[in-house]
């Protein structure tokens, strides 16, 4: 999606990605997407202006095929390599998390975004990515949006105003 940006001859473009989707932009480009027990990963080189999102669903492939955005073990060095590849450098790299909400208190799977949340904040310390801000827990979903070369988050939750992160 193109829209023209008020008062300037500068285009902007939006990304929607679902569960297990990975998107990098540039500048002014913003991703977005909604999560309940999901976890958002964004990560971002403000130097270069290149970021990127992951929606990631579970804490771990365990040798699973799929897609890559869908486990945290996966996403995250694919997200690292996407932005690589995208003039972003790995050694400049900030993150951002948002999700992980108890959507469903009688399920079994009722902590599944808390174990998302360790294992995503592990495996960030492993990589040396500094977590600078999240918007995690509770028991409401999320819209995130990630605006690409800044590394500003807005957060939408029903019923709240607008957090920016």
Not at 5 to 10: C, E, H, R, T, V
Not at 74 to 89: D, F, N, Y
Not at 108 to 117: D, F, H, K, T
Not at 137 to 161: K, P, Y
Request: charged residues 20%; aromatic residues 2%; contains cysteine.
């Amino acid at each position: 999606m193109t829209s023209a940006k008020s008062g300037a001859n500068l285009q902007t473009t939006a990304t929607s990605i679902r569960m297990g989707e990975i998107a990098v932009g540039r500048d002014e480009e913003s991703i977005h997407t909604l999560l309940g027990s999901c976890i958002g990963l964004a990560l971002y080189d403000r130097r270069n202006r290149v970021g990127g999102l992951a929606h990631i669903v579970l804490p771990e492939s365990r040798g699973n095929d799929g897609s890559p955005g869908k486990f945290a073990d996966t996403a995250i060095p694919e997200l690292i390599r996407l932005i690589k590849q995208t003039a972003g450098t790995p050694g400049k790299l900030s993150a951002k998390l948002v999700g992980g909400a108890c959507m469903f208190q009688t399920s079994s799977a009722s902590n599944i975004g808390e174990r998302n949340l360790e294992s995503i904040e592990r495996l960030l310390k492993t990589a040396r990515i500094p977590i600078v801000a999240s918007h995690c827990g509770g028991d409401r979903g999320r819209r995130m949006t990630l605006v690409a070369g800044s590394g500003r988050v807005r957060i939408e939750v029903v019923g709240h105003e607008l957090i920016e992160i």
